[in-house]
């Protein structure tokens, strides 16, 4: 009796680190509540954007791009979320995008889908079907929960996998800045942690579906990438690609999920 109590007890304690990703149909390790993610995110997000520079979208057709391409990319993730009967794992999320001046090559997005691009992309991406790749790309990483993953191990490794708000009350400086190391939201605080292989590949392959989704050419991403690959090689490699190693093999594998990408794409006239 007691061995089947404790069975239970180990058994659900696997269920809750292995939760389901809604996208994929996966099992992960997340260790911790999304919607605490998103409350952390909220909190995190006003304050990057009153410490930064936002470009307001008045007047300013980059901050006007920014947005169009953030609210093309979600509706069309609202679509297939309501298509395949899941809509309610959408249920958190409120979207946001801005632009903020800021050199760095770099874009993100926080749980719940609080996004930046940062001005020092846009000579890279240089339009707005490759812009669309790279907010594709950070908007997949978002409902694949990839950021919940690193979180739940920096938790495990760096505080003893206490809970979210215990971390928070206790440890508040090393938890925010493990937050914003797992998000790629740290370049200022010098937490800079690279997303594995496998996580690029997956937020490569459903970035480039909700861009053809959103009418976006997914064949602009192997464009993007070159033109990424050739900025990092000068003296400082952008911060993107820290956060984001290609290993020289990156635009192979995106020619490979091309097809199935393609599949996805219905041009609206850029
Ligand atoms: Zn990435």
Redesign the pocket.
Known sequence: MIRSIIGLFVLSALVIACSKNALTGKGQFTLLPESELQTMATTEYQQFLSSNKVIATSNNRDAEMVRRVGQRITKAVDAYYAEKGISDKLAGFKWEYNLVDDKAVNAWCMPGGKIVVYTGLLPITQNEAALAAVMG?EVS?ALLQHGNQRMSQGLAQQLGGVALSVAVANKPQQTQNLFLGAYGAGTQLGVLLP?SRK??LE?DDWGLKFAAMAGYNPQEAINLWKRMEQASSGQKPPEFMS??PSEGRRIEQLEKLMPEALKYYKPVGN
Request: net charge negative; glycine share 0%.
């Open positions: 790309h990483h997303f996580h690029e937020a956060t984001h």
